[in-house]
């Protein structure tokens, strides 16, 4: 690479000459000729990072009297040796018709000069983004990894080994964590990919990262904060795409078309902005696409106290909200289409202030907003982009199943509704409204009937799915017969287990509303279909509300509040009952310790869970549990499960074994009852206990558990349990093969990984293909492609792509586009480990038509299991046992050996 030109006062200086000539010198580093001044120099060199050239050229002192000049420097030979070749060819011809040795440097110079012009590109790129780009380079050299594995960040840091720290660079990529230090001639290197990470724990000056088999700490960090939070994100997103089987390509694009032009924080800060947007959307309970653009430090007048609030003003496309500094239970939240009018205010008493009327007559003063005219021209013009629309009046109020078949109403409802009236008349009501302290007060005593579908869908944000995707739900419906039958036939096996008290469902009527919902999400979420205990919660929404309002507070509840909790694995649930363990021990940690004992906690507490506590509570209490889980989230569930335990801890603490713990809870939340309900369970009085005071209670007592810390104890767990649920995956698949393969456990054990690591490259388009309800591990061509080219000896040549996609044709039974892991280890077994008889059945196989094929192909473990008798016409995958590709038909062994006859 050219550069302009340097004197040099000591051209020798740790330099050797590799090449020369009368105007110009090629030189060598001595870090890289070996001995001790290579180690001395690669040990300062990565010491201080300083990643210096390894090559330079220098125009010779020779022909110039202020000393030599460097022109030139690369990272590799192949670099360097492309501009001595160009010098060597073009310059040094024209030098050698210059006979004085001061012209001759000069036009040299002005050379060298002219061709860093026309090189040079428009915008210099800054000091930061070359030592950036040095560093990837690097990291890629060193790790020998893919170009698609983007470098994210890297920081100084020590790693313990053996006794004692040893300096090095920890480098973070998308893909793996690694570590390098080089010290006097020896190096340690580390490299270990997201997906095999265990645990992650802060200790005292830096972390430990586990994996299944090591453990390593990283110690002395400039900025431990920032890179352990670093550390936390990319383990995120490699745990997402354990649990989803693919990458998502859509996040990686994004980095790499960023990542060009940015300095070498850039991806780590779109990182950030990316966790900081799934909070804003998670303390809202926005929808999950929206995307925050910032926020400010400024003041909310709340009129209802006649004080300026202090708190955070967010800022998103479709949204703006604020939280209170102090008081996280006063919230707003204003949709930028709900806005009427916004005004700039300035006064004594409230400067820089910014006037929000919403078109319900709800009017907001912030005050001190820093960046006032911003957001004003933003909200003027979304007004002016959006379709105007007509504000409309308050929700129907009579909605639901429960309407039309319960006439009997309870004398407190009136007294309610008209509570909850006065407080919509002086906080406002729908989604523009202060949500404050009394509203919590307000939920907590439970919400009236008339108004609980209304407030469900604007506590848990399904009304902003509602709007954004009207007629989606009829759309679904309509296309009702195209589910699989296995997920029909799930959830017509548990339509009547749905409150099969309650008149609703003890009508077809019912029956079939709750048929429709749970059909259409089954189509709406494919990778989710449906899972046990959808059926709960929703035959409980079809009370209150519509079918389409029901659909969307199930998307709500499954894809926001409780994600991953209802799928095949339901991780989420698992990661929970993990988290409320821990938070049961930090509380109550004698009962903690005797529960454990019996072994009786997941048993109980996953079905509260799942349910929302609907399968354990009355209908008539659970109804209030569900309305506090839709304003507090999941932190209610924790708190009020814990809040029972507590609640009996005398008596657990008295139990001796399992079965007696399990009936004493389930008599005790069996007796829970609502005075305000007409129906009260016909239970012991003395044991009863009021859902209300339970609730008061839960709050009084562990009201001071934060979802920051759930969240905490969630980022933690998480790794374990989907690492657990992989390994115990990986066992069941491997178990599946060993005994009809020759490969050997650690063969198999690398097949497999190479497989996971390439399904979870599949692009999007061939992963929504997959049904992931099945569980099944597939591989598509175009990963299947890569496998055989990287691991096949058959994939060496320049036919490999046709080879492969030959054999693709013959291993895909099913013929839906997909190889299954035992499939795939058939094919490589014959590659790999079959004889010469087997491989030519295969290879003459992969070119018959599929109506030609006819005979069983014979796996190379069916030497082993028959004496290696080859040739005495085995048909089975081996002795005894049906082949995964046993469907290949039957492969004519008389074909076989008339071809090896003719090849011979």
């Known amino acids: 690479m050219w550069i302009k030109p340097q004197v040099l006062g000591l051209s020798n200086a740790l330099w050797s000459t590799e090449q020369i000539n009368p105007y110009f010198i090629l030189q060598i580093r001595r870090s890289e000729t070996g001995g001790l001044t290579s180690k001395v120099l690669g040990t300062l060199d990565n010491v201080l990072d300083s990643k210096p050239f390894l090559y330079r050229i220098l125009l010779s002192v020779a022909v110039s009297d202020e000393g030599s000049y460097c ?164 383990s995120k997103m490699a745990v997402k795409s354990l649990l989803n089987g693919v990458e998502d390509k859509n996040e990686y694009y994004k980095f790499e078309e960023e990542f060009i032009n940015s300095d ?104 001190s907003v820093p960046q006032r005219d911003y957001l004003c021209s933003k909200i003027s013009d979304f007004l002016h982009t959006s ?51 009394r509203l919590q007060e307000l939920i907590s005593h439970g919400v009236p009937d008339k108004l609980r579908a209304e407030m469900w869908l604007v506590l848990s944000g399904a009304v902003f799915d509602i709007e954004k995707f009207r007629g989606k739900y009829e759309a679904l419906v309509e296309r009702a017969e195209k589910v699989s039958a296995i997920v ?20 077809e009527v019912g029956i079939c509303a709750l048929r429709r919902v749970l059909t259409a999400y ?13 059926n709960m919660i929703t035959s409980v929404f079809l009370l209150y509300a519509t079918e389409e309002e029901s659909f969307w507070l199930l998307v709500s509840v499954v894809e926001r509040l409780l994600p991953d909790y209802y799928n095949k694995k339901v991780v989420g649930a698992i990661v ?15 009962l903690h310790r005797h529960l454990a004992k019996l072994g009786v906690l997941k048993m109980v507490t996953m079905s509260w869970f799942l349910t929302l506590f609907l399968s ?116 069941s698949v491997l178990r599946s093969v060993r005994g009809i393969t020759s490969f050997k456990s650690n063969e198999i054990d690398i097949l497999y990984r190479k497989f996971q690591e390439s399904r979870r490259r599949m692009t999007l388009a061939s992963a929504s293909k997959v049904n992931h309800v099945t569980g099944r591990l597939l591989l598509d061509m175009e990963q299947y492609t890569e496998l055989f080219s990287n691991l ?23 013929k839906d586009g997909f190889v299954e892991f035992p499939e795939f280890v058939f094919g490589f077994d014959i590659m790999c480990s079959g004889s010469v008889e087997q491989k030519l059945k295969l290879f003459y196989y992969m070119h018959l038509d599929e109506t030609q094929r006819s005979s069983v192909l014979d796996s190379p473990s069916s030497d082993r299991n028959n004496g290696n008798n080859n040739n005495q016409g085995n048909t089975g995958y081996c002795s005894g046992n049906e082949s995964p590709a046993s469907s290949l038909g039957n492969f004519c062994i008389f074909q076989s050996s008339k071809l090896i006859h003719c090849l011979a």
């Open 71 to 234: 022109i030139a420097h690369g990272k590799t030979r192949e670099e360097i040796n492309a501009d001595w070749i160009w010098l060597t060819r073009n310059l040094v011809p024209v030098l050698e018709t210059i006979e004085d040795a001061q012209d001759t440097a000069e036009f040299a110079r002005a050379k060298i000069e002219s061709l860093l012009a026309q090189n040079q590109p428009q915008e210099e790129a800054s000091k930061a983004v070359v030592k950036f780009q040095l560093t990837a380079e690097k990291f890629h050299r060193i790790f020998s990894l893919s170009e698609e594995d983007k470098l994210v960040n890297y920081y100084s840091c020590s790693i313990w080994h053996g006794n004692f720290p040893k300096q090095g660079w920890l480098y973070l990529s998308l893909r793996h964590l690694a570590f390098h230090s080089y010290f006097l001639g020896k190096t340690i290197q580390h490299c270990v990919p997201w997906t095999e990470l265990v645990g992650i724990e802060k200790i005292s000056g830096g972390f430990k990262v586990l994996t299944r088999t090591e453990k390593h700490t990283f110690l002395f960090f400039f900025n431990l904060d920032e890179t352990l939070h670093l550390v936390q994100e990319l």
């Open 387 to 437: 379709v105007t629309a007509e504000a409309t009046g308050p929700p129907p109020t009579e909605r639901g199943l429960q309407v039309q078949f319960v006439d009997i109403i309870s004398p407190r409802q009136a007294v309610k509704e008209h509570l909850w009236q006065l407080h919509f008349s002086e906080y406002g009501r729908g989604v523009c409204m202060y949500r404050t302290k």
């Open 616 to 731: 354990i509570v009355p209908f008539s209490s659970a109804i209030h549990f569900v309305d506090c889980f839709f304003y507090e989230g999941t932190k209610f569930l924790f708190q009020t499960a814990i809040e029972i335990l507590r609640s009996n801890e005398v008596a657990l603490l008295s139990v001796s074994d399992d079965g007696e713990a399990m009936q004493l809870l389930n008599e005790f939340t069996e007796s829970i009852s609502n005075k305000d309900s007409i129906f009260q369970p016909s239970t012991n009085s003395n044991k009863s206990m009021e859902v209300g005071l339970l609730i008061s209670q839960s709050y009084r007592n562990f009201g001071h558990i934060t979802m920051q810390h759930v969240e905490k104890l969630r980022n933690s767990e998480r790794l374990k349990v989907v690492q657990s649920i992989e390994d115990q995956d990986k066992k």
């Open 576 to 590: 929970d009952q993990n988290v409320f363990e821990i938070l049961l021990k930090e509380n109550l940690p004698d």
């Open 792 to 814: 096949s000896p058959w994939g060496r040549g320049c036919l490999n792509t046709v080879l492969a996609a030959r054999l693709f044709v013959v291993l895909d039974q099913d």
């Open 264 to 367: 070498k924080n850039y991806v780590q800060q779109y990182i950030d902005a990316k966790a900081q947007s799934e909070g804003y959307c998670k303390r809202f309970n926005l929808p999950l696409w929206e995307r925050l653009d910032g926020f400010v430090n400024c003041n909310l007048w709340f009129p209802y106290t006649k004080t300026d609030v202090p708190g955070r003003l967010y800022c998103s496309p479709s949204y703006l909200c604020f939280v209170s500094k102090y008081d996280i239970r006063c919230k707003v939240i204003i949709p930028m289409n709900e806005i009427a009018v916004v005004e700039k205010v300035n006064s004594s008493v409230c400067p820089e202030a910014l006037h929000i009327t919403a078109k319900n007559k709800v009017t907001f003063m912030f005050g």
């Open 488 to 507: 029909a036939d799930e959830i017509e096996r548990d339509l009547h287990r749905s409150l099969p008290e309650h008149p609703a469902y003890q009508s």
């Open 522 to 534: 089954a189509l709406y979420n494919a990778n989710v279909g449906y899972c046990q205990a959808m």
